[in-house]
């Protein structure tokens, strides 16, 4: 398996550029109690450079949505009597693919038997790039045979960001087989259902099977509630952007676990919070621009 040790290059950004050149990345999720894991994944889609972020999330939150971030735009769905999207939203939901350049799924959604035919309807027909995460991929858990189709069915990369335990869920395994073969496992996994796994953890692990690649930053202070969301509308931005999956994955392992070790630096670890991080991914993308942040 080749090992990558150096990062891709990165978007362009054409002096002629518009809005519509930077992707337009629709995100789905939340749900009542779970407002801010969305709202955290629009503003890493934002700091990643998307033109257009749009957060898809329950009627009974959007309020709370709306307010945390004017940046983003947003479209209520129909929500069961808990919260969690329901069901009919597939109607709006199902021509996401010819609206957006790219969809995630997954940041404060329910494990419902609803939640878990949109995730299967979406990681089966979506054919732009999908990043799955959170509720997503537990909802693949629960649907398996959903994985064993995709090769099939898709039509673009899909692109999986489980923490250990999510991972170990996926494969059925205890979480400590996961955290002591972790790059053979995601790279098996990934070379088995054809799409980009990332493995999150310390030296968190990118992978499509063929070609691997172990990220160096990041610090013990991420190890707190929000932070994969953020990570997961970053992904999505740099999808949105035209790069590959692998790339685009890799380079947002990268941003992010820059964007903490920056972070820290004023905060500490143990005083760094999610909300903290899109802030520094600005100052993240200026040292691998090669700029100095001021």
């Known amino acids: 398996m080749k090992r990558i040790e150096q990062l891709p290059p ?24 779970m407002s801010g894991a969305m709202a955290l994944a629009g503003m890493g889609a934002l700091r990643g450079g998307a033109g257009l ?19 983003y735009l947003t479209k209520p769905l129909p929500e069961d009597k808990h919260g969690c999207i329901s069901l009919v939203a597939w109607s709006a939901l199902h021509d996401a693919d010819k609206r957006f350049d790219v969809v995630a ?4 959604l329910c494990r419902t038997d609803d939640s878990q035919e949109l995730t299967a309807r979406l990681f089966e027909r979506c054919s732009v790039p999908l990043v799955v995460d959170a509720d997503g991929l537990n909802n693949l858990t629960d649907r398996k045979t959903v994985l064993s189709t995709h090769p099939k069915s898709a039509s673009a990369a899909r692109v999986l960001t489980p923490h250990p335990g999510e991972f170990a869920r996926l494969l059925d395994v205890p979480v400590s087989e996961v955290q002591a ?27 499509d099977g063929e070609q691997i690649a172990v990220n160096p930053t990041g610090n013990p202070g991420m190890a707190t509630g929000g932070m994969g969301d953020v990570l997961t509308g970053l992904i999505a931005a740099l999808l949105g952007q035209g790069m590959a999956a692998f790339d ?15 972070a820290v630096q004023e905060f500490s670890q143990p005083g760094l919070i999610a909300s903290d991080l899109p802030l520094y991914i600005g100052p993240a993308w200026q040292t691998v621009l090669g700029q100095t942040p001021e």
């Open 248 to 262: 685009a994955a890799h380079l947002g392992v990268y941003l992010h676990g820059l964007a903490a070790d920056i």
């Open 10 to 33: 990165l978007p362009d950004r054409s002096q002629n550029s518009h809005k519509g050149s930077f992707g337009s990345v629709f995100l789905i999720g939340g749900s009542r109690g």
């Open 181 to 207: 073969n972790r790059e053979q496992l995601a790279a098996a996994f990934a070379a088995k259902h054809q799409l980009i796994v990332v493995l999150k953890g310390h030296g968190t692990i990118i992978t």
């Open 105 to 108: 799924i997954g940041p404060g």
């Open 53 to 71: 972020v749009t957060l898809a999330v329950p009627m009974g939150i959007l309020s709370t949505i709306t307010a945390l971030e004017p940046s």
